[in-house]
């Protein structure tokens, strides 16, 4: 079975700073990737996905992501992050075709920006 | 874009009693839902994938007796918890695919058996 890994559980940081969250996967066929965020109390928002083509991916509030397919890393980045970015971040992976068009989930990763 | 309504936000029913809780798809159909619940500071788990007209099909270790899922049209499908117990507490979020091949949550159900 496929699996999504976020290697940080908890992230400190201060504004301004840079980030970057990990997330690999396990499975070896075509995926689709996700990063979605959870802001405290709110629902999940999609930050950004990949399906093919370019494998840097720019998604919403500053935020984008590099598919290296031969490391089947998928890692999200922002280069100067702000209060507001405290949230749950999750990265999910939908392995094609062998998993349907479910969607596996990492741990998540939980960001806190310091003013 | 694709909005997931999902009600109620929130529910506390006592124990034995049964809880529906709806996914509607407002601006576009969905022939596939998914079901998933969520432990305080963990991940989201898959419950089962609801499919328009047909049987939901659940995931390992969920108990379909307990949780009944219908998804009788192209804009909704329900989740009820039956006979709940203190055990099945937890927050409920429902998710459909898109037009664009993403998914849409739902605002999530916060569901407290007392």
């Known amino acids: 079975a496929q699996s999504v890994s976020q290697h940080n559980h908890h992230v400190i940081l201060s504004e301004a700073a840079s980030l970057e969250l990990g997330c690999n996967y396990s499975?070896?066929?075509?995926?689709?990737l996700f990063w979605y965020v959870q802001y405290p109390g709110q629902h999940l928002q999609l930050l950004l996905k990949?399906?093919?083509?370019?494998?840097l991916v720019k998604g919403i509030k500053g935020f984008e992501a590099e598919f290296i397919k031969s490391k089947f890393s998928f890692n999200l980045r922002k280069p100067s992050v702000q209060w507001s970015d405290t949230a749950e971040y999750f990265c999910a992976v939908n392995a094609y075709p062998v998993n349907d068009y479910k969607l596996s989930f990492g741990a998540g990763t939980t960001v806190t920006v310091r003013a | 874009g694709a909005v997931v309504s999902q009600h109620p936000s929130r529910v506390i029913c006592k124990s034995g009693t049964s809880v529906k809780i709806e996914c509607r798809s407002l601006d576009f159909q969905a022939t596939t839902m998914f079901w998933y619940r969520q432990f305080p500071k963990q991940s989201l788990m898959l419950m089962a994938t609801s499919n328009e007209g047909s049987k939901a099909t659940y995931e390992q270790g969920v108990e379909k007796d307990k949780f009944l899922i219908n998804h009788a049209s192209l804009t909704l499908s329900t989740l009820t918890v039956t006979s709940a117990h203190p055990e099945d507490s937890s927050f409920y979020i429902c998710?459909?695919?898109?037009?664009?091949?993403?998914?849409?949550f739902g605002s999530g159900t916060r569901l407290t058996v007392v």
């Open positions: 990949y399906f093919s083509g370019d494998p």
């Open positions: 998710s459909a695919r898109d037009r664009s091949g993403g998914y849409t």
């Open positions: 499975y070896g066929g075509t995926v689709n």
